[in-house]
Every structure is written in C-alpha cells, then in structure tokens.
C-alpha cells in the first residue's frame, strides 16, 4: 500500500486477511479454489471511531497492527494496487488475538 493511503471512516477497520500456509493432507496439495478464506486478519488501518448521538466520538478497541478474527462472511472485499483487503466494522471482528501480529505481507 505504498502508493495509496487508505483511512476508513467512522467505526470502520481496513484488515488484510493472513494466509495460511497450503495444506496438504494425506500427500495432496489443496488447490486456491477449494480453500476457505482464512478469517484471521491483520489490522492495516482504522477509523476515529463512532459518533454518539451526543457528539462525543468513541474510540475503538482494535489498532493498527493488530491481529484480530472475524466472521466468514463479515465485511466488503476490496483491491488496492493488486492486494487485497477487508473493510469491516468494529462490531465484525470477534476477537484480538495476543501477542506480535505476523507481517501480512510476503
């Protein structure tokens, strides 16, 4: 994401799923199609945080460079410069995982 700054609005977190490594069982390789979407992520960015009806703005729990789980199907897929990422809200993700997030890049 070098050339493009992407900065999600509101309550919004922009994710790149991390990828297992290919999994072979009983000596066969499982090819792209037949794998599921890993529905563990990367966090790349996130919004200011939701607006209460008040006016006040709060913040969210999730930070850059955290390693979070969402649901299967949460989120809208998107492409920027041939990668591709997840825009999700807060609410989406299940959980934060502990300890150092794996780079998501190669």
Request: aromatic letters at 2%; proline letters at 4%.
């Amino acid at each position: 994401m070098a050339g493009v700054q992407v900065t999600p609005l509101h309550d919004r977190v922009l994710v790149k799923r991390i990828e297992e490594k290919e999994t072979v069982r009983g000596g066969i390789i499982i090819p792209d199609t037949a794998k599921e979407k890993p529905q563990e992520g990367e966090v790349i960015a996130v919004g200011a945080g939701k607006m209460t009806d008040k006016g006040n703005r709060i913040p969210l729990d999730v930070a850059a460079g955290d390693r979070v789980l969402f649901g299967k199907y949460s989120g809208s897929e998107i492409k920027i410069e041939d990668e591709e990422y997840l825009i999700l809200r807060e609410e989406e993700i299940l959980a934060k995982i502990g300890g150092a997030a794996k780079a998501a890049t190669k």
